[in-house]
């Protein structure tokens, strides 16, 4: 054998080498390849259910939304024209209500004044600002 020969003869198996190294790299990304199919394809199979009922999921909320918008108006309405009636009230009887009061303070006033003035001097009371003094009640009980 020359040596022509024996180059070609390693050569030959060098490359039957890498052509079973090839084969077996090709074989397991075959199997790979067909793994990763039936994971897209079962990951499509839930995943087109589960976006039907996001999607079901999604109208429910927009339907309760409206819902939630129209109440939300509705009681907005009713709170103005509550405070549209406790103005009326308050500006119609409010002033009217003040001066019955005053009036009526003032007839309370003079019934007691007069019945105070048939039984003698009515009680004053002194304010000063600052100091607490003593009721008279206090004044005869010490001496």
Do not use: C
């Not at 001097?121 to 002194?126: G, R």
Request: net charge positive.
């Amino acid at each position: 054998m020359s040596g022509g020969e024996v180059a070609g003869l390693i050569v030959a198996v060098f490359w039957a080498i890498l052509v079973s190294f090839l084969a077996v790299v090709l074989v397991r990304l075959a199997q790979t390849l067909r793994q990763a199919t039936r994971l897209v394809a079962d990951v499509t199979e839930q995943a087109v259910p589960l976006l039907g009922e996001a999607s079901a999921a999604v109208r429910s909320a927009h339907t309760q939304l409206d819902r939630v918008d129209t109440i939300t108006s509705d009681v907005a309405e009713v709170t103005a024209n509550a405070s549209a009636l406790s103005t009326t009230v308050a500006s119609t009887f409010g002033g009217p209500l003040v001066k019955v009061a005053a009036f009526g303070y003032a007839v309370r006033r003079a019934f007691g004044l007069q019945a105070g003035g048939a039984k003698g001097a009515a009680k004053k009371h002194t304010v000063v600002v600052g100091r607490t003094l003593p009721s008279a009640r206090d004044r005869k009980s010490r001496g």
